[in-house]
């Protein structure tokens, strides 16, 4: 029989706080073992929650950026349940009345437009990690992650195959990262992504019973992730049988996914509000100070931006929609622009082919790129008023990049100068006359291939500076003279 | 001749060290005197802190030779073990925290410290501060100074023991249901619990968190202004304390302001003809000092109990999720599974009260439960803020016994919860409509004594203290001294 798959995801982002949600220790990924967990964390009797406003202000930015509703009576409950890396036997988070609820998400399959509604999207904290082989023959626990501040972006089940889901998570990353309120490290597990998948007969307004597939950590194991929860329900259904109401892991090894529980088991959590903390209210001005502050972009905007302002063809912005630091170096390299009209174009192709090409080859990242985005635009300034050579360019960036700055000053210092000053080159193609005059000779009698060669004995004469467009052009005014 | 020092005001102890009649040290060091001597017959203390109330007392005489601190610098105090205290024992009354040290000192802790008070000791409580009657304390019961064979009243009977045994000028409470007011009313003491965000329940071990408040057990009212005006004040860590301005309670109570009192007919029904008697007479005092007293119609009493005994044991079955032996207090060393690990600890580590309030909060959050009890719950908990504030449009104080009784005795409620939830009957609709209550000791029933219940409007504590300081002068209850508290300790 044929089936139509119904798919609806849970993704928890990690946001970009210093401190957690509700205490004031520190957020970074890697330290040591319940080294950034405090008494709060820890649950030590008498300590109380404090939120912290910038997860409020982050969440706030993500529901503007989907144009969603930010509930301005908001509260944050208890959600009862325990478990040892759970310290005080319930996680805060938000149950009625989320924070964000009700938008819409718009991305590309195949570059056709599609589009999912945002049920609601939640604040709540994180749970420890139980280490199951730190310890022989015992269970270790670190705190460090208890407490994160996370938003749940929960959606409608809009989906009916893994591109679309694909496609959606790609584009909720990209944008996660723009607004600059998650890191989006998928092996940190700074995006974290559930699937509620069920099937149901074609054309039926039934939907089946569903499981959910917990944190599966890549795009690429989602993918396989739904194909197999896929196959599996359909061959229960086809052989008569019922899909039982479970929640399953995904196991990277052998690309199944297996039972972790069943509906039966699962807990009653018995929310109610938290009577820690006062119920949030958002007024009109806070969201509105929000909206004037943070760069709330969606990424039509910026896909948009980057081919109008940037002239860079749709299929080439997909880098910097992704990369969001370099997006935001470009930016910033390009208000540095005096044309900015003109050689915005130029700028961006230079980023793209010499900036990551020359941090490709030395196996360096965006971290260790030191050129600093007013010196970078400084080289596209002097190659658009043809002070440089697109070969004295990438000397000049080679200079910047080793933490020197003052283009205009290196290029003195290192004789970069394009020479285009025609008395200039003419001396200097006389002189390779004279040094190669079969060769020239060559040239004149019409074998245009030799011409590269001449071309290359004159830049060397003017150590890289002379101009090779210019170079040419003199030489071919020989054979007409 | 004066008074010993242990029946004078912790404000005399104050104005003595000034004048440099005794230095803190000897103070400290005559208490912890009769603690030693007397203490065993109440068992008001669970932990005395010897060294650090030397040392505390040394650095209090430093801070007063330098003309530095407040009338209590140098004062000691006794302190409820639900307040956390850096390196120092707090139990809650629990085998569960039997061994917990706290690495931290509670916002209150801290702010008595700063004023340069000095620590006595830490004091026996019901578990968790669940009950009435200071008989649910793993480490054993406290007996009522006038009476051993009564209970001090709870959870704060510790508290309210110690002082009525003379063995400390001061102390501090909790107040979730009536844990200050009722003990205060059994211990012939002035007991405040202001309004719900006053002080700051940071370092206070939870259990109900949206109804429990700090507040003070004193021999006078001036006593409770000047401690109540420390302890007051919004603090960052705890998110649901107050902005609200304080204001200097000490000096609010010199004036004869008149005010509009109501007194509800219901809660006086309740009294026995003894007890009506003496409630009359208070009322006929207030009358002649001038103030209007007026009988009202409060009809809230059939639903406080069941509403509190909802709320609280909810809100307790979260809070107390966190003691499960993973990273605190008690574990069971000899469980297999994690299930065992939880479930034996949390047997042993609690009493049996503790426990039934575990299961009737869960019971009346789970699915399927949540709307026709905690819910509902939550509506009434609306309606009494709503008749409390329409009652506060025409009166300026609302007028209760404090309890229907004087103590009861020991185990007389042992097998019926219920009957022993009631002995809160006047006292947890304050901590429902989150408003200030305060118990003054001008009553006695069968020779003993029991409080006058005064409610105010939210942060409107200056007009109780004030109304409790002309109440002070006209029926003055200072002779009136338990048993213990008259033996002199050589």
Known sequence: MNYQTVIGLEVHIQLKTKSKLFSSAPTTFGANPNSQANLVDLAYPGTLPVLNREAVEQAIVFGLAINAHIEKNTFFARKNYFYPDLPKGYQTSQSDKPIVGNGTFHFNVDDQKHSVHIVRAHLEEDAGKSLHDFLPNSSAIDLNRAGCPLLEIVTAPDFSNAKEVVAYLKTLHRLVKMLDICDGNMQEGSFRVDVNLSLKPIGSDKLGTRCEIKNINSFRFIEKAIEYETQRQAEILDAGGKVRQQTRLFQESTGQTIAMRDKEDSHDYRYFPCPDLKPLEITSEWIERIRNTRKIVSIEQVEKQLIEEYGLPAKETSFFLDNTQWLSYLNDARSHLTQPETSSKALANFVLSECIGLLNKNNQTFEDFKAQPKDLAQIINRLSDQTLSSKTAKQALALIMEGHTDVDALIQQHNLKQVSDVNALSQAIDAVILKFPSQFQEFLSGKDKILGFLVGQVMKETKGTGDPAQIDRLFREKLNS | ?490
């Open chain 2, 1 to 490: 001749m004066s008074q010993p020092w242990h029946l004078r005001s912790a404000a005399d102890l104050g104005r003595a060290l000034r004048r440099r009649e005794v230095t803190s040290v000897e103070l400290t060091k005559y208490f912890l005197n009769r603690i030693d001597a007397l203490d065993p017959k109440i068992h008001s203390y669970l932990v005395v802190t010897k060294d650090l109330a030397i040392s505390q007392a040394q650095r209090a005489d430093a801070m007063i030779q330098a003309g530095e601190g407040t009338l209590l610098t140098g004062v000691p105090f006794a302190h409820k073990d639900l307040f956390c205290t850096k390196g120092v024992r707090t139990t809650a009354g629990s085998r569960m925290l039997a061994n917990f040290i706290p690495p931290y000192d509670a916002t209150v802790t801290q702010k008595m410290y700063d004023a340069g008070m000095v620590l006595l000791g830490k004091t026996n409580m019901d578990e968790f501060a669940m009950g009435s009657a200071t008989n649910h304390s793993y480490f054993g019961p406290t007996s009522n100074p006038f009476d051993l064979n009564r209970v001090p009243g709870g959870s704060s009977g510790g508290s309210a023991a110690a002082l009525a045994a003379g063995l400390a000028p001061i102390s501090t409470g909790s107040d979730t249901g009536g844990s200050i007011r009722q003990p205060a009313s059994y211990c012939h003491l002035v007991g405040i619990k202001p309004t719900y965000g006053r002080i700051s329940r940071y370092g206070m071990i939870a259990f109900a968190s949206s109804l429990d408040q700090a507040g003070v057990f004193a021999h006078t009212t001036e006593d409770a202004a000047l401690l109540l005006s420390i302890l007051c004040g919004v603090d960052e860590k705890d998110s649901t304390s107050s902005y609200e301005e304080v204001p200097d309670f000490s000096k609010s109570l010199e004036s004869n302001q008149l005010y509009r009192i109501a007194v509800p007919s219901s809660f006086f029904a309740a009294l026995d003809s003894e007890g009506q008697a003496e409630f009359r007479r208070v009322l006929t005092t207030l009358e002649q000092m001038g103030h209007t007293v007026s009988w009202i119609d409060l009809p809230i009493q059939d639903y406080v109990i069941p509403t509190y005994y909802t709320i609280a044991p909810a809100e307790a079955s979260s809070n107390l999720a966190r003691y499960d032996g993973v990273r605190y207090g008690h574990r069971h060393e000899n469980a297999h599974t994690l299930e065992e690990l939880y479930s034996l600890s949390r047997t042993e580590g609690f009493g049996e009260e503790v426990k039934r309030r575990i299961l009737m909060g869960t019971y009346v959050l789970s699915a399927g439960y949540y709307d026709a009890y905690y819910q509902k719950a939550l509506l009434i908990r609306q309606h009494l803020k709503q008749v409390f504030a329409k009652t506060f449009e025409s009166f300026d104080i609302i007028a209760t016994p404090t309890t229907l009784s004087a103590a009861f005795l020991h185990n007389a409620h042992d097998t019926d919860p219920v009957a022993m939830y009631y002995s809160d009957l006047c006292t947890v609709s304050v901590n429902l409509a989150d408003l200030p209550g305060i118990s003054i000791p001008v009553m006695q029933h069968q020779g003993l004594p029991f409080g006058l219940q005064l409610i105010g409007r939210p942060f409107d504590e200056a007009t109780l203290l004030n109304c409790s300081a002309q109440i002070e002068r006209a029926l003055p209850w200072h002779s009136t001294h338990s048993p213990i508290a008259m033996q002199e300790v050589v």
